[in-house]
């Protein structure tokens, strides 16, 4: 059966109506307990409720600010503008990625929140109360296991160490004053809670509708595993293995793959497929697709393609010269090497006999456009945007691309959806099973267990949907463009099979909020450092005459686009090992002496 689990508007909208922070507040946790909960399945339900919509955010959040990242709009795709994979506009927005980020002061800032924690477990000592049959119980008690192991992996990936708390915090409790836990002790927590989620949430096919299942802790799971396992890898200086986090994430994606539940969604045309896989109407029948978000109008409804295709003064963003070399040419060879290379003299020659992932996640000059009268709403907004995504314009013109190289992943030629501006009902895909056969494929070759067959199991089904060569053990080829940069800039170069399943990862998963994850867990930030990384494309007057050089666009010496030539003259800067995590607020520090605060820091040492 091809169901697929979906997070339904009604529990949206009591997320936000009913159980959220504002209600917390309104009725402290102590007084819910007494007077309301823990009676019957519907309490522990609706409290369950409030988690879904905080963590499964889709395209939820408009163009707030993602906390303390910067970037404005949903993680994805803008989670990326945190990384080397998006040049925005306003570097100014991802402070960390440009090295202006500096420590917030006010206490449960700066990512430093324990609200949503505290509401967790405040669940996991009481859902017991309620009287229903114990299984009932602990499909809830899953479910809040699922997103307190969520939680803590996000807050770990943000400081490194945190305090490692197993009951709700009252303002006079002494746990608040503790140390921060130590990271072994930490994620062996993490670990044993991620298990008992899995454990107790319902197998695939057998949840509630609407709910959490089995496959989407695995997938969590594996997720984390890996982070851990290869954060311990390549962090040499904290001392431990990752071995066994690695295993775990093999476990864990193998249970996935071995269920024979999922698979690469294709329909046979490699030229589309890629891009159409991420604008559907609904999910309910794709096989790739773990975990997903529906809208429906007038119930809960986003905004994103009317974002999407302004991109607005602050959300203007184009990808990376570094992001477009790694796409592999048709004949599985890096540009580097590959006689088919045509050059970067155009967008549309850099596109020719690449792979096709390439062509379906960036804009070429005339595509993708909405060929449709547009409302006198839309024509207000700028002109020319009937001519969706040309590259770059002159300054007369709207949303210019920064780089050249304008996104269209996710977007949809669809009239009707970009003029909705709050009740779009484009779903957003959250869990892919794209992303379980690459966690496994790494997994295995940083454990050296990883066979021909993994990889056909694995990174080979993903190209064989593009019609990609596949990727074989013994010829794989040589990168001299991808191995200086990594040897220039990370200090090491990863073995040319890694080298191949992280190339694989960026591509397939570009957009979708995983580059900085994987740069940070890698020890690879000061790629960021790459001109490439904040680079566009070659510029030819030719092809706009009326962009003006110096004043509409700079470029560097080679002639390639320069966004930040005058923000950021000298580059970005990135400090290890100080940026690769976020600092904890002054005042936090301040009120409990035990914490410290992380290297390179104020105040750290």
Not at 45 to 62: M, P, R, V
Not at 66 to 78: D, E, L, M, R, T
Request: proline share 6%.
């Amino acid at each position: 059966m091809n169901y697929k689990y979906f997070i339904s508007a009604i529990f949206a909208l009591l997320m936000l109506a009913g159980c959220n922070d504002d209600f917390m507040e309104r009725y402290p946790l102590d007084s819910i307990t007494d007077q309301t909960y823990w009676k019957s399945e519907s309490d522990l339900q609706l409290y369950c409720n409030s988690f879904y919509g905080s963590f499964i955010q889709g395209f939820d959040g408009a163009l707030t600010t993602s906390v303390p990242w910067g970037y404005q709009g949903p993680s994805i795709p803008y989670g990326d503008n945190h990384s080397d994979n998006s040049v925005p506009t306003d570097y100014s927005l991802v402070k960390m990625v440009n090295g202006t980020y500096v420590e917030t002061t006010a206490a449960g800032s700066g990512g430093w929140n324990w609200t949503q924690m505290r509401a967790l477990n405040n669940f996991l000592v009481n859902y017991q109360k309620a009287e229903i049959a114990p299984t009932i119980k602990q499909a809830y008690a899953g479910e809040v296991l699922f997103f307190k192991a969520w939680d803590y992996f996000e807050k770990i990936k943000l400081f490194g160490e945190v305090p490692w708390f197993s009951k709700p915090l009252l303002t006079n409790s002494e746990e608040l004053y503790i140390a921060r836990t130590p990271r072994s002790e930490l994620m062996d927590s993490v670990l044993a809670t991620i298990n008992e989620a899995a454990k107790w949430l319902p197998a695939k096919g057998s949840e509630k509708k609407d709910r959490l299942n089995k496959d989407m802790a695995l997938l969590l799971k594996a997720r984390i595993c890996l982070f851990e396992g290869t954060f311990r890898k390549y962090h040499k200086e904290i001392g431990l293995s990752g071995d066994k986090f690695l295993q775990e994430a093999v476990t864990a994606s193998n249970e996935l793959i071995s269920s024979n539940r999922y698979s690469i969604w294709s329909t046979g045309n490699p030229e589309k497929d890629y891009n159409q896989l991420f604008i559907q109407s609904q999910y309910d029948n794709n096989s790739e697709v773990i975990l997903w978000k529906r809208y429906s109008s007038g119930l809960l409804g986003n905004g994103f393609l009317r974002y999407y295709a302004w991109h607005q003064s602050y959300n203007q963003a184009g990808f990376s010269k570094s992001m477009v070399e790694e796409y592999l040419c048709s004949d599985g060879l890096p540009i580097s090497v590959s006689p088919l290379y045509r050059g970067d003299d155009s967008i549309q020659s850099e596109v020719i006999k690449r792979d096709p992932r390439l062509h379906q996640t960036i804009s070429i000059p005339g595509e993708y456009a909405l060929d449709l009268q547009l409302s006198n709403s839309l024509l207000d907004r700028g002109s020319g945007y009937n001519k969706m995504m040309p590259p770059i314009r002159g300054s007369g013109d709207d949303y210019p691309s920064p780089t050249g190289y304008w996104p269209i992943k996710f977007w949809k030629v669809d009239l009707t959806e970009v003029e909705q501006l709050t009740n779009g009902v484009m779903p957003c895909p959250v869990y892919r099973y794209a992303e379980v056969l690459l966690i496994n494929a790494e997994a295995k070759a940083e454990l050296g267990q990883c066979a021909q067959t993994d990889l056909d199991n694995t990174v080979n089904k993903l190209r064989s949907r593009v019609g990609m060569p596949s990727l074989k053990l013994n010829t794989i080829p040589n990168d001299p463009l991808m191995d200086a940069r990594y040897q220039t800039y990370c200090g090491y170069t990863p073995t040319p099979l890694i080298r191949e399943i992280r190339r694989e990862r960026r591509v397939e998963l570009v957009f979708e909020n995983f580059r900085w994850d994987d740069l940070i867990r890698w020890k690879a930030g000061k790629l960021l450092l790459a001109p490439e990384a904040i680079k566009g494309m070659k510029f030819n007057k030719y092809q706009y005459p009326t962009v003006r050089v110096g004043t509409d666009v700079y470029l560097d010496t080679k002639g390639y686009l320069a966004p930040y030539q005058k923000s950021l003259p000298n580059g970005r800067a990135f400090v290890e090992p100080k940026q690769y995590y976020f600092p904890i607020p002054i005042e936090e520090l301040i009120m409990n002496p035990k914490l410290v605060q992380n290297q390179g820091w104020v105040n750290g040492k």
